[in-house]
C-alpha cells in the first residue's frame, strides 16, 4: 500500500488533471464528448485509500453522523 504522502500526491497530480479535462471537443465540423466518470471514480477511490491510511495512522477518526427527524419521540 502506498504512503499518505505517495496518495496525496496523486490525488493532487489527478484534480489537476481533471480540471484540465473537457468534457466536449469540437473540431471543425466534428465533436467529440468524453465521459469524466472514470477520472472521477478514480478520485474517490484515491479519496477512500487516503482515509483508511489515515486510520490506519491513527490521525483520523471515523466520521460519526446522527439523523434528527421531528418523529424522534420529542
Known amino acids: 500500500m502506498a504512503t499518505l504522502s505517495d496518495l496525496e500526491a496523486q490525488r493532487a497530480t489527478l484534480i489537476r488533471r ?7 471537443v469540437t473540431t471543425g465540423d466534428r465533436t467529440v464528448e468524453y465521459d469524466l466518470g472514470q ?30 427527524t421531528p418523529r424522534s419521540g420529542y
Open 18 to 24: 481533471l480540471t484540465g479535462l473537457r468534457k466536449r
Open 39 to 68: 477520472a472521477e471514480k478514480a478520485l474517490g477511490v484515491i479519496d477512500r485509500e487516503i482515509s483508511a491510511a489515515k486510520l490506519a495512522n491513527g490521525t483520523s477518526r471515523p466520521v460519526r453522523s446522527f439523523v434528527v
